[in-house]
């Protein structure tokens, strides 16, 4: 038995044009009418059947012309706070009349400037709508754009013992989470979002001036399918803004709402550990990286009894002391503790660095010392404890998806650039599991193009100061290139790599200066798939109302 097991036995989304994340905490249980108008006459300063408009005269203007992101902040004429439908087709009917550039935000997690630029001239807020209710008609839950992870968790599961396999960052929104394809702590057990999303309504132009709310479900007769195929990874900003999203999991239409979406497991197990940098040789780095990525290699297919394993490998600078790992287990299942224990053992196997209690925040994420030892909890709390909340600070952020562990040309380059002096505190590769039941869907269901992966990766800086910027997003680059570097300096789809993940938006991928390969952009985010968005795109919004620096294009000719 292991040191650890002896001493005893977790995205966004873009908030950008097809309705991106709000804040808050609240769902609402009502049909749509009536929750729409209750909010609208309790805002303060609102008038009835109007959105709240605010100007950069209003003190209120700073705070809603920036996202969370730090990096970016925008400066429009005018931002309205939106609260139904009928506003949002409003908003976007004026601003298209009017040739103004239009935006969207709520929670703010784009991680590049695709709301907040010069260019935007209106944003249209959604953070007013952020309802999450059952619609009987339709025999679906619906989800408001603007309703934060948190909201979805809270409501769906106090409500009807149910829930979402949504991210670990509360105050994402479900609007560009959703759409660009989310995924989560569940997402091994029970696949992504976009994989219980029965359809979107959406508003959207015609290209003559026209604006209109549609409905389009996953129905294979539903004339407006390739609408909702487009909302389910095909990212946001693209086709429409998306107003409310239906959730229904395949195969449950006409069962009790409780039955129609996924039940987390009642209880799971909590781990956090890391490793002292000073205890870490090159060797035992090595090691670390192979035995994870092997692991992942062995134990994700959809019906793994690890299915309901969810870590995340935090490889925190050298700056930062420590590297960790936090794990979350499905404890329902048989013999939970001594299948987390064997895990524990394979990922230390050979490495030799003494397991030590969690002490150093990881990016977003807050691991743990009272966690060393597993210990159990009712899973609605561990996801209120677990979960990365807002923050305020400036950031820089890239993605793979991995079909296989590490190669060795890649944990060398890795290992290299987290001990470079270049790297600050908190700046880190995330690399967390993927696979299981994610992996049950073939390409081409959803648009989402990754379904055979095993692990996904986060590149992340930080900093504070401004004057950090070009040092952070130089260091960064150096490290992605470097790990990259038999590929053109990007993760080109093949045997090991399989392109990036659209919700983390990274335009270095458009630049030739850093991706010297012969993959464009669009096909590290959308594969074969990309053709099909644009046919969406030409039919849905042919004059490109909605685009920004990586919306998909209008098919040329």
């Not at 809270?154 to 670990?168: A, E, I, K, N, S």
């Not at 470097?482 to 790599?497: L, S």
């Not at 952009?521 to 968005?533: I, M, N």
């Amino acid at each position: 038995m292991s040191g650890i097991a002896r001493r005893g036995l977790l995205s966004g989304g873009a908030a950008a044009l097809a309705g991106a994340a709000g804040a808050g905490i609240g769902g609402m249980v009502r049909p749509y009418p009536a929750a729409a108008a209750s909010r609208s006459k309790a805002r303060a300063g609102a008038v009835p059947g109007r959105p709240v408009v605010v100007t950069p005269h209003d003190a209120r203007y700073p705070d809603l012309v920036r996202g969370n992101n730090r990096r970016w902040t925008g400066s429009p004429g005018a931002v309205h706070l939106v609260s139904s439908t009928d506003q949002v087709v409003d908003a976007v009917r004026d601003g298209v009349r009017d040739g103004r550039r239009l935006a969207v935000r709520s929670g703010g997690h784009c991680y590049e400037d695709f709301v907040f630029n010069p260019d935007v001239e209106t944003v249209i807020d959604m953070s007013e709508m952020r309802a999450v209710y059952y619609d009987e008609d339709r025999s679906a839950f619906v989800v408001e754009a603007g309703a934060t992870l948190f909201d979805v968790y809270l409501t769906l599961y106090r409500l009807w013992g149910v829930t979402l396999p949504g991210g670990l960052c509360h105050y994402v929104g479900a609007g560009g989470h959703l759409s660009g394809g989310g995924y989560g702590m569940l997402s091994r057990l029970y696949g992504l979002t976009v994989d219980h999303v029965y359809g979107v309504e959406a508003v959207v132009t015609d290209g003559k001036g026209g604006t209109r709310s549609v409905v389009a479900t996953r129905d294979a007769d539903d004339p407006n399918r390739d609408l909702w195929w487009a909302h389910t990874g095909g990212g946001g900003g693209n086709f429409g803004i998306v107003t409310r999203y239906f959730l229904r999991t395949p195969g449950t239409a006409g069962r009790a709402p409780a039955a129609q979406l996924p039940k987390p497991p009642a209880e799971v197990l909590l781990h956090d550990v890391s490793w002292r940098w000073s205890d870490l040789s090159e060797r035992s780095f090595h090691r670390l990286l192979q035995n994870y990525g092997t692991w992942l290699e062995g134990h994700s297919d959809p019906d793994s009894p690890y299915a309901g394993l969810y870590s995340s490998l935090n490889l925190s600078t050298v700056a930062s002391g420590e590297i960790s790992l936090s794990t979350q287990f499905d404890a329902t299942v048989p013999d939970a503790e001594r299948l987390l224990e064997r895990y524990l053992n394979a990922l230390t196997e050979g490495v030799g660095a003494a397991a030590r209690p969690a002490s150093v925040a990881a990016g977003e994420l807050r691991p743990s010392a009272d966690r060393f030892a597993p210990r159990r909890s009712p899973w609605l709390l561990a996801t209120r404890n677990t979960g990365a909340y807002a923050w305020t600070r400036s950031a820089d952020y890239k993605s793979a998806h991995m079909r296989t562990g590490f190669p060795d040309d890649q944990i060398a380059a890795i290992h290299r650039h987290l001990r470079s002096a270049a790297g600050g505190p908190g700046d880190l590769l995330q690399a967390i599991t993927y696979g299981g039941r994610i992996n049950a869907v073939r390409p081409g269901a959803t648009a989402v193009a990754q379904r055979d992966s095993v692990l996904k990766l986060q590149y992340q800086c930080y900093w504070e100061d401004p004057a950090e910027e070009a040092r952070k997003v130089s260091w960064l680059r150096e490290f992605y290139g470097e790990v990259y570097a038999g590929t053109g300096g990007v993760p080109v789809p093949g045997e090991v790599t399989d392109g990036c993940y659209v919700n983390y938006a990274d335009v270095d991928l458009s630049d030739p200066r850093w991706n010297t390969s012969d993959t464009p952009w669009h096909e590290l985010y959308y594969k074969d798939g990309y053709a099909r968005l644009q046919q969406v795109k030409q039919r849905w919004d042919p004059s490109d109302t909605f685009r920004h620096g990586q919306s998909v294009r209008l098919p040329a000719g």
